[in-house]
């Protein structure tokens, strides 16, 4: 009997002795990984904001592709939450507890664990750096006594973990993102009549190539509004870019980048800021939804449409672009809607006489 007593103090002593080093195990733990994304932020915080999407970029569907989402109706912002039951991964739910837009996401996450509930912190931050975006996502909190004790069976710390997971996310979701943003349509609308405009604007001259032009214009038409603004002008349309020089050989071009306004203005002599009109005509409209650097293949969809019909350029009038979408409001350059407009009038036809025989 007395080795019986003895084992079983024996075995006490290690319970005892196990519990008090599991208790001594610092159970604080942060794990987070970081990407720069060629992405708005606004974007990528829009994707990460709707749990709905995390099923196309979340790492754990593939590591388990059994597993089941459920969602409730509210999925985005404060207060959205969705679950999930794993087939090789454990169970759990998620919610998202404080948003500041384009900035950061706080969320809570709760995992069924062999010993119970395991409750995390994971966070979110959008940081622009250079026209890109830093993404860091991450999480932290405290094991329980229990945690730390299903820890110990496993040949991994919890950062050895959860990092890789991150970066694998991170990743898809750089990638979604991308794919999402060079999707684009040409449309060529047909010929219409465009019913003329008054404009306030200012010229520049350019290198013709989109992304030069896109700094151009980011310069100019807030150069434009303010004047408008600061002289009670009114705004009566969309930004627009009147192409008055095209310089293929050079391949250089004179714009002005204007705002349309209701009448004639007269500025002053010293303004940099004029106004112009558009003339009333017939014009061949081609529609762009994507971003500005698939501009010059619409032009040139635009060129090839017009070969094919009775008309041709009208050298008088130059022909311009309308910008439908204001990226300042929409971060996706797939969503930009961008018209344009080239001015044309009917072929010619030479009439054969008598006298020309």
């Known amino acids: 009997m007395k080795i ?24 604080n733990y942060q794990a987070e990984e970081t990407m720069l994304m060629d992405v708005p932020a606004a974007m990528v915080f829009n994707e ?46 998620m919610k998202t507890v404080k948003v500041i837009p384009n900035k950061s996401i706080d969320q809570e996450i709760v995992i069924e664990t062999p010993f119970g509930k395991s409750q995390s912190d994971v966070y979110w931050k959008f940081e622009p750096v250079k026209g890109k975006t830093k993404v860091t996502w991450g999480t932290k909190g405290q094991q329980s006594f229990f945690d730390k004790i299903h820890m110990l069976t496993q040949d991994s710390t919890m950062s050895q973990r959860v990092k890789p997971m991150f970066e694998k996310g991170l990743t898809q979701l750089k990638e979604r993102l991308t794919k999402k943003m060079q999707q684009y349509a040409i449309n060529v609308d047909g010929i219409t009549e465009y019913g003329g405009t008054f404009y306030m604007y200012v010229t520049t001259a350019s290198k013709n190539n989109p992304k030069v032009l896109e700094r151009k214009m980011e310069q100019l038409f807030p150069q434009v509004a303010r004047f408008m603004t600061d002289n009670d002008i009114e705004m009566s349309g969309k930004p627009l870019t009147v192409y008055n020089q095209i310089n293929e050989d050079s391949g250089t071009v004179i714009i002005s980048c204007g705002i349309p306004t ?12 004029l106004n112009g009109y558009i003339e009333k005509t017939k014009a061949l409209k081609v529609t762009l939804t994507g971003n500005y650097t698939n501009l010059p293949e619409a032009w040139d969809e635009a060129n090839s449409y017009l070969a094919g019909t009775d008309f041709v350029k009208n050298e008088d009038i130059a022909p311009f672009e309308i910008y439908v979408t204001d990226p300042g409001k929409e971060p996706n350059p797939a969503n930009w809607e961008t018209e344009i407009f080239l001015p044309i009038k009917r072929k010619e036809v030479s009439v054969l006489t008598s006298e020309s025989l």
Do not use: R
């Open 262 to 273: 209701t009448s004639k203005v007269v500025t002053p002599q010293e303004s940099d800021v």
């Open 4 to 27: 019986f007593k003895y084992l079983f103090f024996l075995i006490l002593i290690v319970i005892i002795g196990g519990a008090i080093y599991v208790a001594t195990i610092d159970g």
């Open 48 to 93: 990460v904001n709707d749990f709905k999407s995390w099923e196309d970029w979340g790492p754990w569907k593939k590591e388990d592709p059994n597993m089941v989402f459920n969602y409730p109706e509210k999925t985005s912002g404060e207060g959205a939450s969705y679950s999930w039951v794993g087939d090789k991964s454990m169970d759990g739910s």
